[in-house]
């Protein structure tokens, strides 16, 4: 069992370093930035949503003052009048807006703070996202680097020094006996040259002896 398991986390390894090798770290960097950036539209969806809240709740509480304002005179208008039915009425009014006006005002402070605690994490996400496409160039520059000297150190293994040397020695050697061969057959050639000089000598001339035969 205990072997079996050892294999098993040898083979999962493997696997492991055969992912890492396939996953190319500056995709994985542009990926991230994707992901991120999606949830910054989203975020900033969100974010338009809610502010679109907060404005609409501002001009519902500016409208609510105003209801407010206006039966408030109107309370005052009936009052000088004489008509105090009417100036209840109208002080209904206005007592109904005033606390409309404070359920808005309650709504609005929580939605004020959501926007602005969104604000604040878009804010961060974009500098985050700044940093990341940063760092993701520095080190698209730095794998390129690795990769062109990977690559250099590749080649020059393969050109091992070592066993690609050149033997100046053995190439000395070489010419010598060569050399020393050519200036050997040069000795033959002029060794034969100065036989057949002396060959020579020794050779019949042909119209001296025609001459001694004449004489006879």
Partial sequence: MGVLKRISNIF??????????????????????RDMEDSLNKAKLSSAQILGNVHEIEKKMEESKRISTEFDDKVKLA??????????????RKLEADNNYKSLEISYKDAYEKA????????????EIR???VYR??????????????????????????NNKINMDDIE??????EALA???????????????????????????L??????
């Fill in 137 to 162: 160039d520095e080190a698209a520059a730095r794998f390129n680097n690795a990769e062109a000297s990977k690559k250099i150190n590749e080649i020059m293994s393969n050109v091992d020094t070592g």
């Fill in 12 to 33: 999962r390894a493997k696997v492991n370093d055969t992912l890492d090798e396939l996953e190319h770290p500056i995709e994985l960097l542009d990926q991230k930035l």
């Fill in 79 to 92: 009052l000088n009048k004489g008509n105090e039915e009417l100036a209840k009425k109208a002080l209904a």
């Fill in 183 to 209: 200036e050997g057959l040069g000795d033959l050639k002029e060794e034969d040259t100065l036989e057949k000089e002396f060959e020579k000598l020794d050779e019949v001339d042909i119209d001296e002896e």
């Fill in 211 to 216: 001459k001694k035969y004449k004489q006879n």
């Fill in 131 to 133: 940093k990341t496409r």
């Fill in 173 to 178: 050697r070489k010419i010598q006996k060569k």
């Fill in 116 to 127: 602005e605690s969104v604000k604040t994490k878009l804010k961060e996400l974009e500098e």
